[in-house]
């Protein structure tokens, strides 16, 4: 989805990477599809809370975590097109993301509060 | 309808405010996971409630408290920030796609996806009704006793949950401004760019509330 427009000038042509607007772009029909799936996994984590025996199972915080995450990745691969984007644009993210989780998981540790994960 | 257009490109070949629009996601990634942290050390720390999802029993008084949130409110304010991503996605591809000819056969439908005008106020539609749906929640704790400064659990949610809704309430506006140009002189493949970096910021803040409702309300 990224826009590609023609560059002013013929130095900037030079610098235009070549291939970038044939990347494959998602279709109307994508869009609608990612918009289900992100609705039927909310559905299921809300459906999950309302489980008390699958709430007080070792499996209920871990579920919903990856059910999160899958729905993170899916907009951000889809919706912000991450995925068709140009290789910058995803470590400009990931980087600063992974540094972050690292210092969430290190602050957890500390606290000695990652057993919030183990529920 | 078509605005000059301006390029900025850097030595990567690459719209230099789309790199500034990254890095500030980045930037962002680093805020909301610090107030996150925040909120998951606090929690279970409070000493008194009311508490987010057990009963707590006030010992002066005697006064027992409901735990606090309401998953179903929430949930369906949720399913309207996703349904925002959408819409938003479907605003970006109508403005790129301006100016192509629809098929002959065109029916009701296929005209309507290609209405960036509609698609942009859905999406600012739908992110009034998260801020009307966290406007209500913030209220309705305060009525049952919840502050910002009765506990570390009203202090870290408020914080947390006031700042998303402080961003969902920029990218509103960034929104409106969008919809009145697009009204006023018509936003075209031109204006592509400026749509994406809207869109971008919105489904940042798709995506923070994503991570929120797991770990603030669904576990416990």
């Known amino acids: 989805m990224d826009i590609h427009l023609a560059p002013d000038s013929a130095e900037a042509a030079a610098h235009v990477p070549h291939g970038d607007a044939d990347h494959a772009h998602p279709t109307w029909s994508t869009y609608w599809k990612v918009a289900l799936i992100l609705t039927v996994i909310t559905v299921g984590e809300v459906w999950a809370y309302y489980l008390p ?30 995925k068709y984007d140009h290789k910058l644009f995803r470590a400009l993210f990931t980087g600063p993301l992974l540094i972050a989780a690292t210092t969430l998981i290190a602050l957890l540790f500390l606290f000695g509060h990652l057993t919030v994960l183990h529920h | 309808m078509s605005a000059t257009v301006t390029h900025h490109y850097t030595t990567t070949g690459l719209d230099s405010r789309k790199i500034a629009i990254w890095a500030f996601i980045g930037s962002e990634c680093m805020l909301f996971i610090s107030l996150i942290s925040t909120y998951l050390i606090y929690k279970g720390r409070s000493v008194v409630g009311p508490l987010p999802h057990e009963k707590w029993t006030d010992p002066s008084t005697g006064h027992t408290f409901a735990p606090i949130l309401n998953i179903p409110v929430t949930s369906m304010s949720t399913f309207v920030l996703l349904m925002s991503s959408l ?25 309507r996806l290609a209405s960036s005008q509609l698609w942009l106020f859905m999406t600012a539609l739908a992110g009034a009704t998260f801020l009307g749906f966290q406007a209500y929640e913030f209220t309705s704790f305060v009525h049952e006793g919840l502050t910002i400064r009765t506990n570390l659990f009203g202090s870290s949610f408020f914080t947390l949950t006031g700042f998303h809704g402080a961003h969902v309430t920029a990218g509103v506006l960034w929104l409106l401004v969008l919809l009145s140009i697009d009204a006023r002189r018509g936003l075209g493949p031109n204006d592509a760019l400026n749509v994406d970096i809207c869109a971008l910021y919105w489904h940042f803040v798709d995506v923070v509330w994503i991570a929120i409702f797991t770990l603030v309300y669904l576990i416990r």
Do not use: D
């Open chain 1, 53 to 82: 025996s699958f709430v007080a199972s070792r499996a209920f915080v871990p579920t919903l975590l990856v059910m999160s995450a899958l729905k993170f990745v899916i907009v951000v691969m889809f919706y912000m097109h991450l």
């Open chain 2, 87 to 111: 819409f938003m996605v479907l605003a970006l591809a109508a403005v790129q796609n301006k100016g192509r000819p629809l098929p002959a056969n065109a029916g009701w439908w296929t005209r």
